[in-house]
């Protein structure tokens, strides 16, 4: 049997600070062409991954980024989440989120746009 090498690429180092993660609760999310999810927060934080398409993310108070398919993203517990989507009119949007559960939780709460 022949030996390879595993490749192992970094792709995000998230600080959580203190937090205590008793729980990971995983979604594969769609959106369709140029849907996108609105002024949101999560109570958690969220760690996520873009599996195929183009999506956007603005974390209030930042630059927005453009995330490639193969981008990993992470979006801090209790920030708003001023804008995120598809970033294409044409294809859809796939991404796996991972949210960091302490206990039971609500995934996401809605805002109001500013």
């Known amino acids: 049997m022949s030996e390879l090498t595993i490749e192992r690429q970094p792709l995000l180092a998230a600080v959580l600070g203190g937090r205590n993660v008793s729980k990971v609760d995983v ?4 959106l369709a062409p ?3 999810t609105g002024r949101h927060l999560h109570p958690c934080p969220v760690v996520g ?14 630059a927005a980024e453009l995330l490639p398919v193969g981008s990993a ?14 970033a294409s009119d044409v294809t859809p949007l796939t991404f796996i989120a ?3 559960l302490d206990g039971d939780q609500e995934l996401i709460a809605m805002l109001e746009s500013e």
Do not use: M, W
Not at 27 to 30: F, V
Not at 49 to 62: K, L, N, R
Not at 73 to 86: K, S
């Open 49 to 62: 991954y873009v599996a195929s398409g183009t999506a956007f993310c603005q974390i209030e108070g930042e």
């Open 98 to 100: 991972f949210y960091l």
């Open 27 to 30: 979604r594969k999310i769609t």
């Open 34 to 36: 140029g849907q996108r």
């Open 73 to 86: 993203f992470y979006e801090p517990a209790g920030r708003a989440i001023a804008d995120f989507g598809n």
